[in-house]
């Protein structure tokens, strides 16, 4: 039965539609459709509107679209998901779970199921859009389906690749009154030429030839041996190897021909539904093939009408080539192997999960494991990456013992785009103005992630510093900042922070480490980070400006790391601790080791000559041209004095 509803959405008249017209189309990702016909003149007819309520006994609707044609008037409605519609976000992009993404885009007063079916985080990216289009875009880069229950206010998440065969048959002997078959190859394609990114200083666009033997192109001819070629872009990918290996996976679906079938089911005792997995006998074609139902169209009045679309041609190309890729992982997974083990003996318990899976070309590791003996309990959690003979790993582990708890995580650099941010790397990198210097003193190791922080004026008069660094940014991108401060005022001091273009005011700030975050989007190919006090001393540590929404810690520039009393970047290694008496320094141009204390050189080497302060030569020393043996100074070391060697 269908109702028009009034105020509070709450029915008000009954509607009784022409019995063959009126249908509930459910849709594979979960945008429900009703449709149906009122003759005109039925009183209802002329209460029914654009944007009127409509309910039925299990979902509530908004008219769409009507149509008045003879004696008769016909209403297209959607789902009431209006509410949803409302905020709107311009260059979007988040990563996390889907549970976490419908805490933060459903309404409060909503609730969710996802039946443990996904926890992972993924990466959700949109131009612009409403909180309904970032729902829409997790569904798929998740690789799921919604069923939206709107007057429970509650939403349903099916994983369609997880549905089991029912054992239900479709065939003509039995349920199947006509069925219509398509085969198509008009994308058929035996040889991909994938293209990513575009560097924007040299004009190149990414190509995958130094992953594939020099080749720009992969083939699959498990289906033809005819060589046909297509091109697929990503814009956004920048890692040839990923870009390999989604060339390889959409190949597998444009080197094979691609069928659908529609199917007409005598149904009426509802026995087919959405998302079901059934086994089509098609003795024309001698096909015995599992499909799913991605389509039901329900006729309750009329159930003699049902029908359903199994899956086919439209949806797999839909979501491979023609959207933009978010997020592959579900589709480009392959061979993938599970791993609980768990082992128990008198001296120890050893648990393990992991999970094992390769994309394209890539293998790929993720796996926790506990070890718990009587004197230690060790955690770690690492995921690992194996293309070739490339190896990246990221690994975290605790080890507890009774007198002391120990922390380390390895990983080379993060995703932080400001180069030398935790000022151990010293001011290279940087643009300075005024009076500035690193502060690794004890303040500065006990209030700042990275252990150090840059100090900006030296006094309260007459004073100034200003540190700015330009990073590269993508217009229409969006980017989140953090960083730590400090600020020692006079009477007239000002002090400021500034990323991209938005400037923040640092005047007002208490003489004790506070911390800020705060996200811009950028209108630029590249953007300037400042910092500048007047009149006062301003530290500054932790800059951090990554891509996304939020940041709310430091993290490491890629290629650079900072571990203890080393520090490592493209410039080279530096070893050197606060309180320590000496630092070392080693890059392509020089040696250095320097005297803290006194502020000193004590060695020095380059390609062209050698320093050294103060020399002890214990059993001796000599001086002579390359080459020459015997044109030579020696000293050598006696008892009593020393014998001075010329030219022997």
Known sequence: MLFLCGEGKRPVAAIEPIPGSYCVTYKQGGADELTFEV???????????????????????????????????????????????????????????????????????????????????????????????????????????????VPKRLLQVIKPSEVAPSGEFLTDELNLLSVGFCGETGDFATRLYPYGKEDRESGQVLNIA???????????????????SACYRDKDCEDPQELKDRAIEMLKTLAVPQRSYECKIADGAQTFAL?????????????????????????????????????????????????????????????????????????????????????????????????????????????????????????????????????SVSRTGGDNLVRASGARLGLEDWTVAGTVCCDDGADCRRNTSAGAAFLLGEGLENSSGRLAQTVKLVPGGQYAWYFRCKLEKGIATGASASFGGVTIDLSGEIEEWTEHTGAFVAQDQSGEIAFSVEEGRLWVADITLVEGLVCTAWQQAKNELIAGSVSVS?????????GDPFSARIDNRQFLIHNTDTGEDVAYFNKDEGRISKLTAEDGLTVRRRGNQSGALRLMPVEGGVFWIVND
């Not at 009127?52 to 979902?59: F, Y």
């Not at 130094?210 to 046909?228: A, F, M, P, R």
């Not at 080279?572 to 601790?577: K, L, P, S």
Request: aromatic share 8%; with cysteine; net charge negative.
């Open 39 to 149: 003759p005109k003149s039925d009183p209802v007819y002329l209460k029914i509107r654009e944007e009127s309520v409509i309910s039925d006994d299990s979902n509530r609707y908004l008219v769409k679209e009507r149509d008045s044609h003879g004696e008769t008037g016909e209403f297209f409605c959607q789902l009431d998901l209006d509410e949803l519609k409302s905020r709107f976000y311009r260059a979007y992009r988040s990563e996390e779970t889907l549970p976490d993404l419908f805490a933060r885009h459903l309404p409060p007063e909503w609730r969710w199921e996802t039946g443990g079916l996904v926890s992972e985080k993924r990466v959700v990216e949109l131009e612009a859009g409403t909180d309904f289009d970032v729902l829409e875009k997790a569904r798929e880069v998740h690789g799921v389906c919604y069923r939206w229950d």
């Open 210 to 228: 130094s992953v594939n033997e020099g080749l720009e192109y992969v083939e699959d001819h498990s289906y033809s041996d005819k060589v046909i």
């Open 275 to 407: 998302h079901q997995v059934v086994t089509l006998l098609d003795r024309e074609e001698g096909g015995r093939v599992d499909h799913q139902i991605v389509e039901y169209r329900d006729f309750p009045l009329c159930r003699e009408k049902n029908t359903a679309t199994l899956e086919g041609l439209g949806r797999r190309l839909e979501t491979g080539i023609k959207e933009k890729i978010g997020a592959l992982d579900r589709d480009l997974a392959s061979g993938e192997r599970r791993l609980n083990e768990f082992v128990v003996d008198a001296d120890a318990t050893y648990a393990r999960i992991s999970e094992t899976y390769t994309k394209g070309e890539t293998d790929a590791v993720i796996a926790s494991q506990v070890t718990q003996a009587k004197d230690v309990l060790r955690t770690e959690v690492s995921e690992t990456y194996v293309t070739g003979e490339e190896m990246q790993k990221r690994a975290s582990e605790i080890e507890q013992r009774v007198e002391e708890i120990t922390l």
């Open 570 to 578: 493209e410039r080279g290694m530096e070893v050197a601790q606060a």
